[in-house]
């Protein structure tokens, strides 16, 4: 066949993959609208997890913009211009006046550097014990439903995330836990920590926010779903750069089939799991588009060169090319699956 119906077949895959994520976009969209939790809702501010501390953000701040935009909702804040941008910042209002906090370009690395991380703010999550592990190492230790943990040898722990951070980072260790219990303040002492940085408990927050949700006709789901999709083109295009600049790290941006797995979480939420299958359909096209060899658009690259040249590249050429698509494919695999693995076997030991 012609170089260009040849063409054709090899952008099939890439095609498909793009028209499904935004079919999946735009019903999604249509059908669960988007849930958020209003700015005026959190009266109490925001709580911060140790990424936020190092960047200066303090529980109980404000947000008042970011970007110069102010987010009609707490999840509006994280998007990808502040995620992947070099001169992102967040306003916030402390003690009454207005500060700017600069957002980091490696943002994405801070995140996403390690297992105890959490976002870098939170909605603040004040909380109680709502249940005991039997025979865990709370239960064993004394504590009760109820009982509220507000450090964590000696850190603040009020913050929900922030507890699961020094739990984490104290893990096969034994720790000293303030509580408030009754109105009045005890210690714990000699509490074993998991290896996976748990202790035997179930929580509930104590603070109730109203979630909005934002409704769509199908006529407006169409272009905001066109629009969520080819978004995912372009962050990860973003993303691809920053890598291979070196401003972020390769290992925190690149997820094996385990990481995708996890992101769907231990609860179905049909609305959580149509958005992720939507962006893996998209980030699926945008990898078969790129020029490496053995992926479709290493095929595209060889059938632009054919039509443009007027011959095709050696079948020696073709081969060669192909082992070296196989070798990086192969190793971007093994690299991936083997972070999961020593992020188990770190924690099994």
């Known amino acids: ?27 999604t969209l249509f059908v669960y609208g988007e849930t958020y939790t209003p700015l005026s809702e959190i009266k109490q501010g925001i709580g911060v997890a140790s990424v936020g501390t190092e960047l200066g953000f303090q529980d109980g701040d404000k947000i008042v913009n970011v970007n110069g935009v102010v987010p009609e909702g707490f999840e509006d804040i994280f998007t990808p211009e502040l995620l992947l941008g070099d001169d992102s ?17 490696d943002m994405l690395d801070r995140i996403n550097g390690g297992r105890d991380r959490a976002l870098f703010i939170e909605l603040y999550a004040p909380f109680e014990i709502k249940g005991l592990e039997k025979e865990a190492a709370a239960e064993k230790a004394g504590l009760q439903v109820k009982d509220q943990i507000i450090a964590v040898n000696g850190k603040n722990s009020v913050h929900f995330p922030r507890l699961q951070e020094l739990l984490y980072q104290n893990r096969k260790e034994s720790v000293e836990l303030t509580i408030l219990r009754g109105g009045s303040e005890q210690i714990i002492k000699n509490v074993e920590v998991s290896r996976k940085g748990t ?37 990860s295009l973003i993303a691809l750069k920053k890598v291979i600049t070196g401003q972020i790290n390769f290992m925190t941006t690149f997820n094996s089939p385990v990481g995708i797995g996890k992101a769907f979480g231990t609860e179905w939420i ?29 095929y595209v690259v060889f059938l632009l060169y054919e039509m443009i040249a007027g011959r095709k590249p050696s079948d020696k ?21 083997g972070k999961d693995i020593w992020f188990e076997i770190a924690d099994f030991f």
């Not at 119906?5 to 994520?21: E, H, S």
């Not at 910042?89 to 370009?105: C, N, V």
């Not at 149509?274 to 790129?290: C, D, E, K, R, Y």
Request: net charge positive; hydrophobic share 50%.
């Open 1 to 27: 066949k012609p170089a260009w119906q040849r063409m054709i077949v090899m952008l099939g895959g890439i095609i498909v993959n793009t028209i499904a994520g935004v079919i999946i976009f735009i019903l």
């Open 89 to 105: 910042f967040i306003t916030i209002s402390r003690d009454g006046l207005e500060k700017k906090m600069a957002i980091p370009g």
């Open 199 to 235: 202790i035997g408990i179930e929580v509930k927050t104590t603070v109730d926010y109203k979630r909005n949700t934002r409704y769509y006709s199908f006529a407006e789901s169409i272009p905001k779903g066109f629009s969520n999709a080819f978004q995912i083109f372009s962050n």
């Open 270 to 298: 049909w609305a959580r799991f149509w958005v992720l299958t939507g962006s893996i359909s998209m980030a699926l096209a945008f990898m078969n588009l790129l020029p490496i060899p053995m992926l479709d658009g290493g």
């Open 317 to 337: 050429f073709l081969e060669n090319t192909n082992r070296v698509g196989m070798v990086i494919l192969l190793t971007l695999t093994v690299v991936l699956l």
